[in-house]
C-alpha cells in the first residue's frame, strides 16, 4: 500500500473510533452525581411498610423521588433529627421516648444522585419481637444532604414503632 492510501486509511479509522467513543463518553458525563445538595422542595418523600424485612426485624423504606423533571440533586448519608408525632395538630403525643441512631455510625457513604427515574432510600429498622410502644401518624426528618431541611411525612395507617430504640440506614439508590 502506498503512503497516500495508508493515510486515508488512518483517518477512517480515527473517524470510525470518535464516532464509536464519543457517544459513550456523553453517557458516562451525564451519569455523574450532582454537587447540588437535595433540598426538600426537590424531592417527594414519603415511607411505607418493607415487605421483605429480616427475620426478627420491622423495616419501613424512607423513598426519596425527584420532584421535577429538572431534578438533579445529592443525598448523603443517615437522616438526622428523626422523630416521630401523632395527632393532626401533631401536638396530642410524641414519640420522645423512641432513641433514634443511625444503623452504621461509623459508615463513610457514597453520595446518591436523584433525579427523574433515579430515586434513592433509606430504612427505619425495629425488631420484630418488642413490644408496641408507639402508634405514629407521621416521621419528621432532615433529608440527608448538607444542611438538610426538615420535612414531614405521613407514616402508614396502623402501623406502629416496636420498643424504645428504631436504626435509621444510610440513603441508598433505589
Not at 9 to 28: E, M, Q, R, S
Not at 116 to 142: H, W
Amino acid at each position: 500500500m502506498n503512503t497516500k492510501h495508508k493515510s486515508v486509511a488512518g483517518l477512517g479509522v480515527a473517524a470510525l473510533f470518535a464516532v464509536a467513543v464519543l457517544p459513550l463518553a456523553t453517557g458516562a458525563a451525564s451519569a455523574n452525581p450532582s454537587d447540588q445538595p437535595c433540598d426538600v422542595s426537590d424531592l417527594v418523600v414519603s415511607v411505607t411498610k418493607d415487605p421483605y424485612s429480616s427475620a426478627g426485624q420491622e423495616a419501613f423504606v424512607l423513598h426519596y423521588n425527584a420532584a421535577g423533571p429538572d431534578t438533579n440533586c445529592k443525598l448523603q448519608g443517615v437522616p438526622t433529627g428523626v422523630t416521630f408525632t401523632k395527632g393532626s395538630g401533631h401536638g396530642e403525643g410524641d414519640g420522645s421516648g423512641i432513641t433514634v441512631v443511625p444503623d452504621n455510625p461509623n459508615s463513610d457513604p457514597a453520595p446518591v444522585n436523584v433525579q427523574p427515574g433515579k430515586d434513592a432510600e433509606s430504612r427505619i429498622l425495629m425488631s420484630s419481637q418488642e413490644p408496641v410502644s408507639f402508634q405514629p401518624d407521621v416521621v419528621n426528618l432532615n433529608i440527608p444532604a448538607e444542611n438538610g431541611h426538615t420535612t414531614t411525612v405521613t407514616w402508614p395507617d396502623d402501623e406502629p414503632l416496636r420498643g424504645s430504640e428504631v436504626e435509621v440506614t444510610d440513603v441508598s439508590q433505589s
